[in-house]
Structure formats: C-alpha cells, structure tokens
C-alpha cells in the first residue's frame, strides 16, 4: 500500500508568509505531524510526499523533525504540478516508474489533514479493497443551497442525501492511474479531487464513513485550533535544569546565546565555549532524562574543537521534536559582572529562539551579577543556569 500525501498547494487562505503545511504547530511543522500521524496509522505503507518546487529545503526540515521510525519509508518527494490534479498525477506516475512494484492500493491524503486516526485509514484501505474506488464523507449539520450567479437559490438538496468529503481518498492503485492518465490527455483539468477524476472517468465511488475530526488546516483560526488539539494532547510535563561555568580568560569577545559580544577578555572552552546555549542545551536534556551535552558532544571528541553551540542548542531542540514533543519554555540567567547583558538581551532571545525553532515569547533572558563575590564576582569566570519546560505525549498514548 502507497499514500501520495499532496503538500505542494500554496494555502495563501492562512496568511502571506510561509505556505500552511510547513508552519509550525506545537513544535512541528503541519506536514511533520501529518507524516507521523499517517506513519503510526499504516507502518508498512510507502509514504509519498508531492511538494513544490519552492519548498525543497522547508521538506528537508519537515523530514529531519521526524522520529527515525516516522522517516522510514517516507520516499523522496516528487514535485508536483500547478493544479492538486496535476500534483497527484506526479505522484502517481512516480509510484508507477518507482523501483518497488506499484501498489496495490493507493491512499491520497492532504498534508492539511493531521487528524487522520487509524481507524480513518483501516476503514479507507478497507472500502478500495472492496469498491475499488471510495472516499470518506460525513453528513453536513448546514443546509446546503444551490446558488445562481444572482444570488438566488436554485435548490435545496435534501440534506439527508449530502456528504461533506474528505481524504482520504482510496484506490486500487491501476484504476485511479489509468483515470488520471485519461483526464491529462483529454485536457480534462480543474477537478478538484480524486474521486471527481474516477467519477469523470466513469468509476463507480463509494462513500464510506469519515471522521468530524479529521478536520482540513485551510485557515489562519484552524492553525491555532489545531494547534491547541495538539497541545491538549502533550501531557506529560517536564522540566529540566542547566547550569554551566566557563573560565575567562585572554580575549576580545565571548559567546553568549549564540551572540557574538566584545568584551576585554574572552571564555575558555573546548567548543566556542557559549556557557548560556550550554546551560539551555542540558535543561533540555535534563527535560527528556536524556543525558547531558557531555554525553551527546564529548569533549574528548576533536570535532567539536571551536564548535559553534548552535549546533548543540538545535540537535537538543531536535530531539524534543522528534519525541513528538514541543518545548514551552527556556527561562535562563547569566551570572556575571560585565560584559553587561541587557543590551544584548532581546538579540540573545532571538538567537535561541531561531536556535530551537521555537517563538520568541517563549525564550526569557535575564542577567545579575554576584555582587563581586565569588569566582563571577571577580570575574574569573561566567555561569549561566536555565530551566527548560517541556511537553511530551504519554508515552503509548
Ligand atoms: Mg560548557
């Protein structure tokens, strides 16, 4: 079994910025949670994502947000088309010259969909097994209209014998390739989804039942309902703590949350010796009870001579994403008497933020001195210590 999973619309409905299927939503991006959620639903179907051209890097960063077990099996994307027709069509046809044998059968889902349980995508392999072509669909609670172009009502079709549509949409695999194929070349375009192109093919589509929350992203208010779904679902709070010393020694600048700032000396360090990123780092280890920076970044190892604390900040932040998780909230403080660190503030946040993918109201910078006591009081060294919040699901949940 194959699922083409069609990321490549521009969903300008949300918003300018960045297309809907790559913001982030609790942690990770809309395509990410569609991915593993389709990923847990069918673990031995191939997964092929159709996206557009623009994106090639926002899909690698979906990709790598994933859990190893989520990734495998999710095939190289294809570019899609100008249209959602055109778009499936490339996913098709790559299946069809793919090394593997074509599938059997095909699901075709949108990346919009995060929402889609298991029981969705069981009933839907279920129903193209038997009709060969066959869409879920749930009744509307509105009465529908039929409008003219005046605006006037043309008809009331009786709501009982109405179906709002949804995807998955199941085929076997050669039925809804060979309608494809039949609709490009008669230049039958503008069909806005697959069973339109079986219907036009002249397929019989059963309507098997779906599901109210398998909800379409489509608009800015779904993002953050969804969003906040997901959120409810995050249930098991932790914290974690960090705390790191580096020497002062000679120099002209130090690192501090991933900024570079002048000072009259410089801090010791095997990396680049960034005592803030470093203390954040391990509060969210400490949050995933998943070692400390040493263990994952040993000291000993040469690679890391100089090394550039983003890169441990943001492998940290990966492997909260890729336990399914999103970090709430990092609360860190830097102990020193110079350099000052307020005016350094808001770029430090910044910095981190952007470190972990995560939004800037959620990253606190504070700063104090130790009133010249102690080893930061003379300026021998700096500390920093962080509390990092993160949410993760139940684990089996
Ligand atoms: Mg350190």
């Given at each position: 079994m194959a699922i083409v999973v069609v990321a490549a619309g521009r969903g300008s409905r949300v918003g300018e910025g960045t297309p809907k299927q790559y913001r982030s939503l609790a942690g990770r991006c809309v395509l990410a949670h569609g991915l593993s959620a389709l990923r847990r639903a069918a673990p031995d179907a191939?997964?092929?994502?159709?996206?557009?051209?623009?994106?090639v890097t926002l899909y690698a960063e979906a990709v790598a947000s994933l859990d190893p077990a989520s990734r495998a099996g999710v095939l190289a994307p294809v570019v899609g088309g100008a249209s959602r027709q055109e778009s499936v069509r490339a996913g098709l046809e790559a299946l069809a010259a793919g090394p593997d044998a074509a599938p059997g059968?095909?699901?075709i889902h949108d990346a919009a969909r995060i929402f889609a349980s298991d029981a969705l995508i069981?009933?839907?392999v279920r129903a193209a097994e038997v009709h060969g072509a066959a869409i879920p669909g749930v009744p509307v609670?509105?009465?529908?209209?039929?409008?003219?172009?005046?605006?006037?009502?043309?008809?009331?079709p009786p709501r009982a014998a109405l179906r709002a549509v949804q995807t998955p949409q199941a085929f076997d695999f050669r039925l809804i390739l060979d309608a494809h194929r039949r609709a490009a070349q008669s230049g039958a375009d503008g069909l806005t989804d697959d069973a339109a192109v079986a219907e036009w093919a002249g397929r019989p589509v059963h309507v098997f039942e779906g599901d109210a929350a398998n909800m379409k992203i489509t608009s800015a208010e779904d993002l953050a309902a969804a969003e906040a779904r997901l959120i409810r679902d995050l249930v098991d709070m932790?914290?974690?703590?960090?705390?790191d010393v580096h020497a002062l020694g000679p120099g002209d600048h130090v690192w501090l949350g991933g900024i570079k700032i002048s000072h009259d000396h410089g801090l010791v360090g095997h990396s680049d010796a960034d005592v803030l990123s470093h203390a954040v780092t391990d509060a969210l280890f400490g949050a995933l009870s998943d070692g400390d920076i040493g263990s994952h970044f040993p000291p000993s190892d040469p690679q890391w001579r100089g090394a550039d604390s983003n890169i441990f900040l943001a492998y940290a932040a990966r492997r909260v994403r890729e336990r399914g998780g999103m970090i709430a909230h990092v609360d860190a403080t830097v102990v020193c008497e110079r350099p000052k660190v307020?005016?350094?503030?808001?770029a430090i946040?910044?910095?981190?933020a952007r470190t972990m993918e995560i939004s800037?109201?959620?990253?606190?910078?504070?700063?104090?001195?130790?009133?010249?006591?102690?080893?930061?009081?003379?300026?021998e060294g700096i500390a920093a210590l962080a509390v990092a919040t993160v949410r993760l699901p139940l684990a089996g949940a």
């Open positions: 191939a997964i092929l994502p159709v996206i557009h051209a623009d994106d059968i095909v699901l069981a009933r839907a609670a509105d009465t529908i209209k039929e409008i003219a172009p005046d605006q006037s009502i043309r008809a009331t932790r914290m974690g703590q960090g705390y307020g005016p350094h503030r808001d946040r910044a910095s981190l800037l109201d959620r990253v606190a910078v504070k700063a104090t001195t130790s009133e010249k006591l102690g080893f930061t009081g003379r300026e």
